[in-house]
């Protein structure tokens, strides 16, 4: 396969193999190769509606009296066991309270290390998330812990020689920049053979990558509902607190919501038995509704089904680029074995943004990481091997470009 219409066509062979996938106007695109999944994907078509009916049939015609014949008060927990099923644990150990990742994250990962009083370290990566340190940072210094950020490759290392003061161990299944994977319930025993705490962010896993909360024996974790997820541009983070800790989990966000009787207000504070005691104060609906909706397609197929179609998609992806030019892949940073990857690929190239823009302007939609980094999300749902090819064939021209 050399040319532009063989690869089409064998695109649309394999688009039309399997007919759960490929269905990008259930999703609204507009038009365009959608491979930014994994900083907000489009919203489903059907959302629109979902949400009027939830102001004028729910809002408009109960007022206060929704939040109670509505189900609204249920939503966090709910849509928390939703999510449950994707993320391989049982009911009962996720909620949505409406918060932030950001503000997310603060909530767990101080009661993580309020679970270690008697350790002093709180141990991150270089390579996390900005916000994950930035979090780390202030968590540390107001418990009067010490943050340590080390290279990912030197997280066992550290553990094995240090792993006697680390309380809690803060990390992800999938670097953001260059889409690298970490066995989850490997880091997870080894932190747990020192003695350590686990707080897992899954942003950049929930709704793309097989996760096995329980079965890996998490203990706490959080994730964003904006990526592969789709609730939408900030759409609630959830927070995941394994059945074994919530007896002994202390989180310092208090908000009535998560009162073990939120309507007596009462003016001191018990926290609500089981995950409830995670929420704290009055949840955003209309947030929590586009997120629910957002996760019906996905439960329909299923975690496995969406993992092996991204797989297809990202091989395709390199499939093009070696067919066009090998020599292309030495642009790519993220491993080439599917195995080692989540759910999308970076590409080095200079100036990132002008790149970005540059496909944008060819009808492909892609993630620029400043200065030098692209990455294409090959999100499931919507993403179709016919993107594949428009994608690759306009990277392939830009690429060869700057040579």
């Known amino acids: 396969m050399t040319d532009l219409s063989t690869l089409t066509a064998e695109a649309r062979r394999r688009d039309a193999a399997d007919p759960r996938f490929g269905r990008p106007g259930a999703y609204l695109t507009s038009g365009i190769a959608h491979l930014n999944g994994n900083s907000l994907g489009p919203p489903r078509a059907s959302l629109s509606g979902e949400l009027e009916r939830a102001v004028s049939k729910q809002w408009a015609r109960r007022?206060?009296?929704?939040?109670?014949?509505?189900?609204?008060?249920?939503?966090?927990?709910?849509?928390?066991?939703?999510?449950?099923?994707?993320?391989?644990?049982?009911?009962?150990?996720?909620?949505?309270?409406?918060?932030?990742?950001?503000t997310t994250l603060f909530n767990v990962l101080t009661a993580a290390?309020?679970?270690?009083?008697?350790?002093?370290?709180?141990?991150?990566?270089?390579?996390?998330?900005?916000?994950?340190?930035y979090i780390a940072a202030s968590v540390s210094t107001l418990l009067g812990r010490r943050l340590h950020v080390v290279p990912g490759t030197g997280i066992e290392t550290f553990l094995r020689e240090e792993g006697h003061r680390v309380a809690v161990a803060l990390l992800a299944p999938v670097d953001f920049r260059t889409g690298e994977r970490r066995d989850v319930a490997a880091a997870t025993a080894g932190c747990h053979a020192a003695g350590a705490v686990t707080v897992w962010d899954l942003s950049h896993a929930a709704g793309i990558l097989p996760v096995r909360l329980d079965g890996d024996e998490v203990d706490l974790a959080v994730g964003c509902g904006y990526k592969y997820l789709g609730g939408g541009p900030?759409?609630?983070?959830?927070?995941?607190?394994?059945?074994?800790?919530?007896?002994?989990?202390?989180?310092?966000?208090?908000?009535?919501?998560?009162?073990?009787?939120?309507?007596?207000?009462?003016?001191?504070?018990?926290?609500?038995?089981?995950?409830?005691?995670?929420?704290?104060?009055?949840?955003?609906?209309?947030?929590?509704?586009?997120?629910?909706?957002?996760?019906?397609?996905?439960?329909?197929?299923?975690?496995?089904?969406?993992?092996?179609r991204?797989?297809?998609?990202?091989?395709?992806?390199?499939?093009?680029?070696?067919?066009?030019?090998?020599?292309?892949?030495?642009?790519?940073?993220?491993?080439?074995?599917?195995?080692?990857?989540?759910?999308?690929?970076?590409?080095?190239?200079?100036?990132?943004?002008?790149?970005?823009?540059?496909?944008?302007?060819?009808?492909?939609?892609?993630?620029?990481?400043?200065?030098?980094l692209l990455r294409f999300a090959f999100a499931p749902l919507y993403v179709t091997h016919e993107h594949v090819v428009r994608a690759a064939s306009g990277f392939c021209d830009l690429l060869e470009g700057l040579s």
């Open 63 to 102: 007022q206060v009296g929704a939040w109670f014949r509505e189900g609204w008060l249920d939503l966090p927990r709910s849509v928390g066991d939703k999510l449950a099923v994707l993320l391989g644990a049982g009911p009962g150990q996720i909620v949505v309270a409406g918060e932030t990742t950001s």
């Open 113 to 133: 290390c309020r679970l270690r009083d008697d350790r002093s370290v709180l141990l991150a990566e270089t390579g996390a998330f900005p916000t994950d340190l």
């Open 234 to 308: 900030g759409a609630p983070a959830f927070a995941y607190v394994a059945r074994r800790w919530q007896s002994r989990v202390d989180f310092p966000l208090s908000g009535w919501h998560g009162h073990a009787e939120p309507f007596a207000l009462r003016p001191e504070f018990e926290p609500a038995s089981g995950i409830d005691r995670a929420r704290t104060g009055t949840p955003s609906v209309l947030g929590l509704l586009a997120l629910n909706h957002a996760l019906d397609p996905l439960l329909d197929v299923g975690t496995e089904a969406l993992y092996g």
């Open 310 to 372: 991204n797989r297809s998609l990202a091989e395709f992806f390199l499939d093009c680029l070696e067919y066009r030019n090998p020599g292309l892949l030495s642009h790519l940073i993220t491993p080439r074995e599917p195995e080692r990857r989540g759910g999308h690929l970076a590409f080095r190239v200079p100036d990132a943004d002008a790149a970005a823009e540059t496909l944008r302007e060819r009808g492909v939609l892609v993630d620029a990481r400043p200065p030098d």
